[in-house]
């Protein structure tokens, strides 16, 4: 089945005149009432920090997994529990004025775009979708329907990276020339698929887990909980996962596009797990804070980042477990992920940064350090953006951009070693065996 029908065959009829939130949001005293769609792993703190606003209420949760929807309504007893998202919003779209999607990479898009047709304002975890097809669908329908969006990268909101991104705009490190960003996490997995099947514990719906993917045989610790992320089905490898944090704050700074090359280094590929380990190089157009061409390489896996004499440190000091390093014509800037200041290096030694101009023109305070304060902040933006007193700084129209940059990367890898062209314009690569990973197809469930 293919995406639109999916839209059309689930979108619920209602006889309510559904307004997106930020036309009632200039109300003082309305409640913004939240559904939350996947409340285990990371959807219990996102559920905790947007139920942390005194102007939340809760009213829907939903879980595939009944231990997790049991939990999290043992926190919301006034909320109604449910394992389908459909069957939720057929019953309580009138009720429900903002949605929240934690869910597993491949569901991203069928629960946000459903949730948008009814006009709700939708804060989705990243990376917003699991193709490239699906990211362009949401950013589209979100700004036809002109609704609050955020995607879920809260260190966006965090005070380290707000001052990288000025410090880069004043132009400390001159124009930026090359980024190297770097985790050695793995989220890939060499390995063959599992043989066999395992029984599906009590507690799982299996069917509405896989949802719009291929329906296949249920095994332990493969898929659910976490382990999707290393599978081609479902998530995006490291590069979805740590990467969508650490590219953010240099792709914001330096205001850049989508890529017009890419290429992966890894290992061939098997259709089933991520691999383990990738470097990937992008070229990106000039923006005013950049040289004619930015070059940027992601390091992934055990060892990562291997030794380059662009990430050497003053006094030999050991490079971040994961960050992320600007080159430019008069020095270098390194962002540590995080929670820790930028550090500014000129000809081999730190320099310190002066943080007053941007305090004495407003832009930013005194460098924060309280990070369970910085942490609610996103969550917060998003539904004061609902109640019309804010404005979120990771629109669908941004998170857009720097998810499909990822996914390209993702791509890549299919592709190992090779230079692959993308037409932003076209939404196409000129390798046309590569454009057949932008989308894929949508399974009735
Ligand atoms: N922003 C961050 O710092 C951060 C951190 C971790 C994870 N994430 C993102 O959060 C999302 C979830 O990751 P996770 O690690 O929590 O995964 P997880 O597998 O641990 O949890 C996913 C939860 O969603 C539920 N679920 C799965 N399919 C569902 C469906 N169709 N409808 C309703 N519930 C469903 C699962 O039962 C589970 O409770 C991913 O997109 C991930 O990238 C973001």
């Given at each position: 089945m293919k995406r639109r029908d999916f839209i059309k065959n689930t979108a619920v009829a209602s006889s309510v005149s559904l307004l997106p939130a930020?036309?009632?949001?200039?109300?003082?005293?309305k409640m913004l009432r939240t559904a939350h769609i996947g409340?285990?792993?990371m959807g219990a703190e996102d559920l905790k920090s947007i139920s942390s606003?005194?102007?939340?209420?809760?009213?829907a949760l939903c879980d595939v997994d009944s231990n997790n929807l049991n939990a999290a309504l043992q926190m919301h007893p006034e909320a109604r529990g449910f394992a389908d998202y459909r069957l939720m919003f057929s019953e309580m779209a009138d009720e429900i004025d903002a949605v929240v999607v934690s869910t597993p990479d491949h569901s991203h898009a069928p629960a946000s775009m459903l949730a948008m047709q009814l006009n709700k304002p939708v804060y989705c975890q990243?990376?917003?979708?699991?193709h490239v097809s699906e990211v362009r669908a949401m950013k589209k329908l979100a700004e036809e329907k002109n609704l609050i969006t955020q995607m879920?990268?809260?260190?966006?909101?965090f005070y380290d990276y707000k001052l990288a991104t000025l410090l880069i705009r004043s132009g400390i490190i001159g124009k930026v020339s090359t980024v190297h960003a770097w985790s050695p996490k793995n989220w890939g997995y060499d390995g063959p698929p599992p043989t066999g099947s395992d029984p599906i514990p009590a507690n799982l719906d299996w069917n509405l887990w896989l949802g719009t993917s291929a329906r296949r045989p249920y095994k332990d610790?493969?898929?659910?909980?976490?382990?999707?992320?290393?599978l081609v089905d479902f998530g995006c490898g490291t590069l979805g996962d740590m990467g969508v944090h650490i590219f953010d704050t240099p792709y914001n700074a330096l205001e850049l596009d989508v890529p017009f090359t890419v290429k992966n280094r890894c290992?061939?590929?098997?259709?089933?797990g991520y691999p383990e380990e990738n470097t990937v190089t992008y070229e990106f157009p000039a923006t005013?804070?950049?040289?004619e061409t930015l070059k940027w390489i992601w390091y992934d896996g055990k060892?990562?980042?291997?030794?380059?004499k662009d990430l050497r440190l003053p006094n030999k000091e050991k490079l971040p477990l994961q960050g992320a390093m600007f080159i430019g014509e008069t020095g270098r800037l390194l962002l540590p992920h995080f929670m820790e200041l930028p550090r500014h290096i000129v000809d081999g030694e730190y320099v310190e940064i002066d943080v007053s101009p941007f305090v004495s023109s407003g832009e930013i305070g005194e460098p924060v350090r309280d990070y369970a304060l910085e942490g609610n902040k996103h969550y917060h933006q998003f539904v004061d953006a609902c109640l019309g007193t804010d404005t979120c700084s990771a629109p669908f129209s941004y998170s857009a951009r720097l998810t499909e940059t990822i996914l390209l990367g993702v791509i890549a890898g299919r592709f190992p070693n090779k230079k692959l062209h993308w037409d932003s314009e076209r939404a196409i690569?000129?390798?046309?065996?590569?454009?057949?990973?932008?989308s894929g197809d949508y399974r009735e469930f």
């Open positions: 930020q036309i009632w949001g200039s109300s003082q005293e409340v285990g792993g606003h005194e102007r939340v209420k809760v009213v990243k990376p917003l979708a699991h879920g990268i809260q260190v966006h909101s610790q493969v898929y659910h909980p976490m382990n999707w992320r290393k290992r061939k590929p098997n259709g089933f005013p804070y950049t040289t060892g990562a980042p291997p030794a380059h690569f000129r390798e046309s065996k590569a454009n057949e990973f932008l």
